[in-house]
């Protein structure tokens, strides 16, 4: 699986969106980005995932570059309840978990 | 729709002692995997299972840790004997993956987790 780097910490005000970035220049053709968030003391919380396109759901977009070797999480509207260490990850079958950004979303 | 359900959610023994933790996954899962979570180590996976059979346990610390799932509703994890550096949170996490699936598009959705003290 190809490992992924991401800021160790972010700052993002809230109700404005918060983009947290990843790099995966090794990335396989294969490969999915998944992003995961863990809230203190809870486990793991899929947020989205994608391949080529860029893709939105409910909780969030994901952006990813035309050469797939960077991506890039929005949270558009970002709440205190967003705070929380966030996992890119890329995957071809089970997930590794790298240390991930802690996003602190200020009041 | 239940989420993947674990238990018990903390357990505090003394070493040597037998630890079981159980898992159900989402009905209709049928990939089911056991992750360890420490502050050095962050979260590892131990092993995953794939309609009820073992596929990959490279990540099962040693020989005192042991996984099984009887059926495709309920698995187990086990320390035999239990030591202080097995103090962690232990989750599991289910999702519809098979093993024709030549790419991982289907997300893994994890419990909340049970928070294990080796004293």
């Known amino acids: 699986d190809a490992k992924t780097t991401q800021p160790p910490s972010m700052d993002c005000a809230e109700g404005r969106a918060a983009n947290l970035p990843c790099n995966h220049s090794?990335?396989?053709?294969?490969?999915?980005v998944y992003w995961y968030r863990q809230i203190h003391s809870q486990g793991p919380q899929y947020i989205i995932h994608g391949l080529k396109n860029n893709e939105t759901n409910e909780m969030a977009s994901l952006i990813i570059t035309e050469d797939r070797k960077s991506s890039t999480l929005i949270l558009p509207h970002a709440t205190l309840r967003d705070t929380a260490v966030y996992y890119c990850?890329?995957?071809?079958?089970?997930?590794?978990f790298g240390s991930g950004t802690r996003l602190q979303v200020q009041p | 729709d239940a989420g993947v359900i674990q238990s018990p959610r903390h357990e505090v023994t003394e070493m040597g002692q037998e630890v079981t933790l159980r898992c159900k996954p989402i009905s209709g899962h049928n990939s089911l995997f056991w992750y360890r979570q420490t502050m050095m180590r962050g979260l590892e996976l131990l092993i995953y299972f794939n309609n009820n059979v073992p596929i990959d346990d490279s990540g099962m610390p040693e020989d005192r840790f042991s996984a099984k799932m009887p059926n495709a509703s309920f698995s187990t994890l086990k320390i035999q004997p239990s030591e202080p550096r097995d103090s962690a949170v232990y989750f599991c996490?289910?999702?519809?993956?098979?093993?024709?699936?030549?790419?991982?598009?289907?997300?893994?959705?994890f419990g909340d987790g049970t928070r294990l003290s080796i004293l």
């Open positions: 990850i890329v995957v071809r079958r089970a997930l590794t």
């Open positions: 090794t990335i396989s053709g294969n490969e999915y």
């Open positions: 996490a289910s999702s519809s993956l098979t093993l024709l699936d030549r790419n991982s598009n289907q997300p893994q959705h």
